[in-house]
């Protein structure tokens, strides 16, 4: 089977699973979309769907440790946008009316972190990985972008209108493509799951508990648009050839420069 289609499988098994399971929820007991018992029975799902994915990802990637850690080159990009997601952030935390909130926000805590890990590690670990050594950075990046964007199609089986599951699915896929770009140049994605994080944490937080972070969250996501604009003209003056993910560990024992070669090409990755 070739390695794309895999690749391919692992993501829409993940997808139709999640559909499945907001279908349930949603039909079978009375939780609807956003409701806090869906929000609270989705966290031991999405805990099961973590370990499938560093399953998937070792799989396509077993000659190197999945938890290798390694030191990520942090963009001035990639520094400003951050900053700016804490900023919001901690005027959510000290604004937000958290009476009576407590245990709804730490189920969302949970369930934000489960999925950005997740989803981090299936579609830039495993789905951008591959396309990068198929396609061109463009083309990896947008099609990539649009296999994440089809996560948020299945959330119509939990009870999201289409017109709010269109609206998703456009954020959905321009989140894509800036944290695909940010995986790109930074060549580590634990960064990039702990940028997922707080955005998440933040977005599904915002509508349930009351704050005056609204006025942030419109600037980082007007930043996250633009820098998304910015990232892709810079890499689409990136030279084909050159390496944009590199070797997780360096070949040792090699016994001519072609085997070298040959090693150097077929175990690019992102860096943990």
């Known amino acids: 089977m070739k390695e794309d289609r895999l690749a391919l499988r692992i993501a829409f098994f993940y997808i139709a699973i999640s559909g499945l399971v907001m279908f349930v929820l949603n039909f079978c007991f009375g939780y609807p979309y956003g409701d806090y018992r869906m929000l609270k029975a989705i966290i031991s799902f999405e805990v099961l769907m973590f370990v499938y994915a560093i399953l998937a990802y070792r799989m396509y990637f077993k000659n190197h440790g999945v938890l290798k850690l390694e030191i990520p080159r942090l963009t001035p990009t990639f520094i400003i946008f951050s900053l700016g997601i804490v900023a919001t952030f901690i005027v959510f935390l000290s ?14 805590v949970l369930f934000a972190l489960f999925i950005s890990m997740t989803e981090e590690l299936i579609f830039r670990g495993i789905i951008l990985e591959v396309f990068l050594k198929k396609y061109s950075i463009l083309s990896a990046v947008f ?17 999201v209108s289409f017109k709010e599951m269109i609206m998703q699915f456009l954020e959905a896929f321009v989140l894509g493509i800036l944290l ?8 580590n994605i634990v960064p990039i799951m702990m940028l997922h994080w707080v955005w998440d944490l933040m977005a599904i937080s915002f509508v349930r508990i009351e704050s005056k972070a609204g006025l942030g969250i ?30 997780s560990s360096n070949q040792k024992g090699t016994k001519s420069s072609t085997n070298t070669k040959v090693n150097e090409e077929t175990n690019k990755e992102i860096k943990w």
């Open 180 to 187: 695909a770009c940010f995986a790109i140049q930074i060549k």
């Open 143 to 159: 099609l990539s972008s649009l296999v994440y964007a089809c996560t948020d199609i299945v959330n119509i089986l939990g009870g």
């Open 218 to 247: 419109l600037i980082i996501s007007i930043l996250g648009i633009v820098s998304a604009f910015f990232l892709l003209l810079k890499l689409m003056h990136t030279s084909p050839t050159k390496n944009v993910i590199e070797s």
């Open 95 to 108: 604004t937000g009316d958290f009476a009576g909130n407590y245990e709804l926000f730490i189920s969302m």
